[in-house]
């Protein structure tokens, strides 16, 4: 069960949470309004002709503002459907999506909800059924802000009827509002005070990831390299063994989206005018229709590391469960030795040939290194259960106990490999290894 930042991620509420909104939208908008206006007794009495105006309005802006949250596609990836060797979108080169079945653009993640990788993933919200991506963060936020300040206005006109009430509690019985009347300004009160808490920490921290360019993705990528850089030079098997059996070094990486607070407010809105930021009709960034080009699949850094494409961190913790053994390492070897390879060949065929050899050999390596690895662990690997949630090993957690897994990504396709542009995963195509190998030569 998920926290009030994300909702609930049990399987099968999916359909339930858009009503349930919409429910909860009109019962405190609407029925607060009709409580107002026809109990004479509930001082100061209905709202006036300005206050009605306003309020709703904001109404108004929230249910369109909710409708677009709900209703933009969160962005889609294309890619031809055989690329020219050498020709990938800059920076996933060495990221594959085995799902997709495609480069993994850097700061797409796959939604384990929506089925494909979805662009500047911050996470899938289950009271939108939707993603909040790059394409729809701008009308997340907007529904958000629109929202709070509704909630903000009710809660006042609720305060001043809850505090003329509490004033006059020593007045007899038949002078104040009716007990009908009593009991649903006290249920209005309650669910307008808990859904007030909920959204304004959510708008907090959507907020604060709006102002330093970040996702609840990305944070929880920024605290699980804190935690693995201190725990460096712990005598631990952590690391890990990298594939010559020594012990794996992680390198402190920035994180490098981060470029300046209304660059990156800027950014995220789809344009540089503070005017058009929070106006409801506005509309928000597009991915780009060129594959490898222009929004969505190119991000701006800010230079503190020491070359582009380095975000995210490597997960040492799939790097402890397939640290031997991947496709391509006898290629690894050869090169390593100083060896050229391609002298070995008569013609690119027998080349070919020898590196599925290779790629074969490797995988049936690894599986019986990981077979033996998970044997001396007395560990299985994990799967979803019936409810939606993680049997298996425990796995890394942030302070809030959050996993990827809890933002609605897909942890078994979400796979970087630090440092290797032969492989990532056993099931990337060879003609796209091969590929990749061109790529660098």
């Avoid at 609605?408 to 796209?432: F, H, K, N, R, T």
């Amino acid at each position: 069960m998920r926290g009030i930042k994300t909702g609930p991620s049990t399987s099968g509420l999916s359909i339930l949470m858009v009503p349930g909104v919409c429910l909860l939208v009109a019962f405190l908008g609407y029925g607060s309004q009709w409580l107002f206006n026809t109990s004479p007794d509930l001082a100061p009495g209905a709202l006036t002709s300005r206050q009605s105006t306003i309020f709703n309005v904001l109404l108004v802006c929230l249910w369109w503002t909710y409708y677009k949250a709900v209703t933009v596609d969160p962005g889609r990836y294309t890619f031809p459907p055989s690329p020219e060797p050498g020709k990938h979108p800059e920076g996933s080169s060495i990221r594959w999506c085995k799902k997709c079945q495609a480069p993994k653009p850097l700061r797409a993640h796959h939604c384990r909800h929506c089925g494909r990788c979805i662009p500047k993933m911050d996470h899938h919200c289950p009271w939108t059924v939707n993603c909040v991506s790059m394409q729809t963060f701008p009308y997340f936020i907007r529904f958000l802000v629109y929202t709070n300040l509704a909630l903000w206005m009710l809660a006042y006109f609720l305060y001043q009827r809850l505090a003329t009430i509490w004033g006059d509690r020593h007045l007899p019985a038949y002078l104040g509002p009716t007990l009908a009347h009593l009991i649903i300004i006290t249920i209005i009160s309650l669910t307008c005070l808990g859904t007030t808490i909920a959204l304004g920490i959510l708008l907090f921290t959507t907020i604060q990831g709006w102002l330093f360019n970040s996702t609840m993705i990305e944070d929880w990528e920024v605290e699980r390299h804190e935690a693995v850089l201190s725990r460096h030079g712990d005598d631990s098997d952590f690391w890990g063994l990298d594939g010559d059996g020594g012990r794996l070094q992680i390198e402190a990486i920035e994180y490098p989206y981060d470029l300046g607070i209304f660059a990156n407010m800027a950014q995220a809105m789809g344009t540089r005018n503070p005017l058009m930021w929070f106006f409801p009709m506005a509309g928000g960034p597009v991915i780009s229709p060129t594959t490898g080009k222009g929004t969505g699949w190119e991000w701006e850094e800010n230079g503190f590391n020491d070359r582009k494409g380095m975000w995210p961190p490597p997960d040492p913790e799939k790097i402890r469960r397939g640290n031997q053994g991947w496709p391509g390492a006898a290629s690894r070897v050869a090169a390593d030795a100083g060896l050229d390879e391609n002298a070995y060949y008569e013609s690119p065929e027998d080349r070919k040939a020898a590196f599925a050899r290779r790629q074969d050999e490797d995988i049936r390596r690894r599986r019986v290194q990981r077979a033996q690895l998970m044997a001396e662990l007395e560990e299985v690997d994990g799967d979803e259960d019936e409810d939606g949630g993680w049997e298996g090993p425990p796995l890394w957690t942030n302070s809030e106990g959050d996993r990827l897994w809890d933002y609605g990504v897909d942890e078994d396709v979400d796979v970087v490999m630090p440092q290797s542009l032969d492989s990532e995963d056993e099931d990337v195509p060879i003609a796209e290894l091969i590929r990749r190998r061109k790529k660098a030569s």
